[in-house]
């Protein structure tokens, strides 16, 4: 089967290789014309490391990141209120991995180079539009220099991220990703190793929460690189949102300022950053649909989501994994995207209405709301078992509990 994928993103990278090791003939279109290690830290679920453990990637990317030992939540003065071991150390037979995004991006381009061969991947071509019936699907690319293409195939997956050319035309009338009153400042810092050096930590409540996580080994010197974020709700800038904006510390340092731990040091953290871009934290609705004829959405243009409980790239890989098993069993392509909808759609659906009530994170907000000033015993503040079914209610949403052994 001849395949067309729009975008050479996480999700479009992965399911090229999965549909490649699956026998399908596949080209990939990208819209910038040299792809660069973009971006700062991310995070693999267990799930989502299972299906590249199965590509033959995993391996490579634990060498330049670092496998999760346990998450941690706290409050706003640094109290303890709740940890879970991740990954391996929670008895997944894969890890959670945590990574540079522009490492992780750059390690599933070189093995789509190498096994699907240099040529099957164009850059400078932009996703413009699509036509598709039950039988095929053409897709037109814009070009800088040189007319737009139009290719044809056989299945056409539009992985070309949260503004989407694809899914904008199914939906018109859709408008602008939805701000969450939220914005995002990321860096990544060199320092001290804190906790474990294998810590996944998210301190604050919903209006004001700092994020932060190892994301390469321990150096010689002693010092990791760690990736933080920084979220406070804010009114959305009348500057045009970006991923790459620069930002500016003055914008935010201040409202962290005291938050001096004795287990880490938040605004050192800050201030040592090489760089720090500001991010809108943003989703879109659910929609009825991804599939038109013999084209489909995958990822962020499938279903944009708050970067909540790691589920962005991880659900884009889990989509590539899906619809790679449903093109098998499906008799006609258009039927293997019904039954690839079928398994992911209401799933991820359901991930996006989860993480605007915080996911996971709820328990900060729970011991904020519940405790603004600090607590002297947690017990105080929760109920037995309420932490560990916040825990558990979202890992049975998202799939965590699938690939325990």
Same mark, same amino acid.
């Given at each position: 089967? =001849?395949?067309?994928?729009?975008? *050479?993103?996480?999700?479009?990278?992965?399911?090229?290789?999965?549909?490649?090791?699956?026998?399908?003939?596949?080209?990939?279109?990208?819209?910038?014309?040299?792809?660069?290690?973009?971006?700062? %830290?991310?995070?693999?679920?267990?799930?989502?490391?299972?299906?590249?453990?199965?590509? %033959?990637?995993?391996?490579?990317?634990?060498?330049?990141?670092?496998?999760?030992?346990?998450?941690?939540?706290?409050?706003?003065?640094?109290?303890? @209120?709740?940890?879970?071991?991740?990954?391996?150390?929670?008895?997944?037979?894969?890890?959670?991995?945590?990574?540079?995004?522009?490492?992780?991006?750059?390690?599933?381009?070189?093995?789509?180079?190498?096994?699907?061969?240099?040529?099957?991947?164009?850059?400078?071509?932009?996703?413009?539009?699509?036509?598709?019936?039950?039988?095929?699907? +053409?897709?037109?690319?814009?070009?800088?220099?040189?007319?737009?293409?139009?290719?044809? +195939?056989?299945?056409?997956?539009?992985?070309?991220?949260?503004?989407? +050319?694809?899914?904008?035309?199914?939906?018109?009338?859709?408008?602008?990703?939805?701000?969450?009153?939220?914005?995002?400042?990321?860096?990544?810092?060199?320092?001290?190793?804190?906790?474990?050096?294998?810590?996944?930590?998210?301190?604050?409540?919903?209006?004001?929460?700092?994020?932060?996580?190892?994301?390469?080994?321990?150096?010689?010197?002693?010092?990791?690189?760690?990736?933080?974020?920084? =979220?406070?709700?804010?009114?959305?800038?009348?500057?045009?949102?970006?991923?790459?904006?620069?930002?500016?510390?003055?914008?935010?340092?201040?409202?962290? =300022?005291?938050? !001096?731990?004795?287990?880490?040091?938040?605004?050192?953290? @800050?201030?040592?950053?090489?760089?720090?871009?500001?991010?809108?934290?943003?989703?879109?609705?659910?929609?009825?649909?991804?599939?038109?004829?013999?084209?489909?959405?995958?990822?962020?243009?499938?279903?944009?989501?708050?970067?909540? %409980?790691?589920?962005?790239?991880?659900?884009?890989?889990?989509?590539? !994994?899906?619809?790679?098993?449903?093109?098998?069993?499906?008799?006609?392509?258009?039927?293997?995207?019904? @039954?690839?909808?079928?398994?992911?759609?209401?799933?991820?659906?359901?991930?996006?209405?989860?993480?605007?009530?915080?996911?996971?994170?709820?328990?900060?907000?729970?011991?904020?709301?519940? *405790?603004?000033?600090?607590? *002297?015993?947690?017990?105080?503040?929760?109920?037995?078992? =309420?932490?560990?079914?916040?825990?558990?209610?979202?890992?049975?949403?998202?799939?965590? *509990? !699938?690939?325990?052994?």
């Amino acid at each position: 089967m =001849e395949v067309t994928i729009a975008g *050479a993103g996480i999700g479009g990278l992965t399911a090229a290789l999965a549909l490649h090791a699956a026998g399908h003939d596949v080209r990939v279109y990208e819209a910038v014309g040299d792809i660069q290690p973009l971006g700062v %830290g991310i995070n693999l679920l267990p799930q989502a490391a299972f299906v590249l453990d199965q590509l %033959g990637v995993l391996e490579t990317l634990l060498s330049q990141g670092v496998a999760t030992q346990e998450l941690s939540y706290f409050n706003l003065h640094g109290q303890h @209120i709740w940890t879970e071991p991740r990954g391996l150390f929670a008895g997944f037979d894969t890890p959670q991995v945590s990574i540079s995004r522009g490492a992780l991006q750059m390690t599933l381009l070189d093995f789509v180079r190498q096994r699907l061969g240099k040529e099957r991947v164009i850059t400078g071509h932009r996703l413009s539009r699509f036509a598709s019936d039950r039988l095929a699907a +053409s897709a037109t690319f814009a070009t800088a220099n040189a007319p737009p293409i139009t290719v044809s +195939s056989d299945l056409l997956i539009c992985a070309d991220g949260i503004h989407s +050319s694809a899914r904008q035309q199914l939906y018109p009338a859709e408008g602008a990703p939805i701000y969450s009153g939220r914005l995002l400042w990321r860096g990544t810092t060199l320092a001290t190793p804190y906790l474990t050096g294998a810590s996944m930590i998210m301190a604050g409540f919903e209006d004001q929460k700092f994020v932060c996580y190892p994301i390469e080994a321990l150096r010689p010197d002693g010092l990791q690189l760690i990736n933080w974020i920084a =979220e406070l709700r804010r009114p959305l800038p009348e500057r045009e949102p970006g991923w790459n904006r620069e930002g500016d510390t003055d914008d935010f340092l201040g409202e962290f =300022e005291h938050w !001096q731990f004795d287990w880490l040091d938040v605004p050192e953290l @800050i201030r040592g950053a090489r760089r720090i871009y500001e991010y809108p934290m943003v989703d879109r609705e659910p929609v009825p649909s991804w599939n038109h004829g013999c084209a489909t959405l995958l990822g962020d243009s499938a279903h944009p989501m708050y970067p909540i %409980g790691s589920n962005g790239a991880s659900q884009a890989i889990l989509d590539s !994994q899906t619809l790679a098993a449903a093109l098998a069993q499906g008799d006609t392509v258009p039927a293997a995207l019904q @039954i690839y909808e079928q398994q992911r759609l209401p799933s991820t659906a359901a991930i996006v209405k989860a993480n605007r009530g915080n996911g996971p994170e709820q328990c900060m907000q729970l011991a904020h709301e519940r *405790a603004p000033n600090g607590f *002297a015993a947690l017990d105080d503040v929760f109920a037995i078992g =309420e932490l560990q079914e916040i825990a558990d209610r979202y890992k049975q949403l998202t799939g965590m *509990a !699938q690939r325990k052994v």
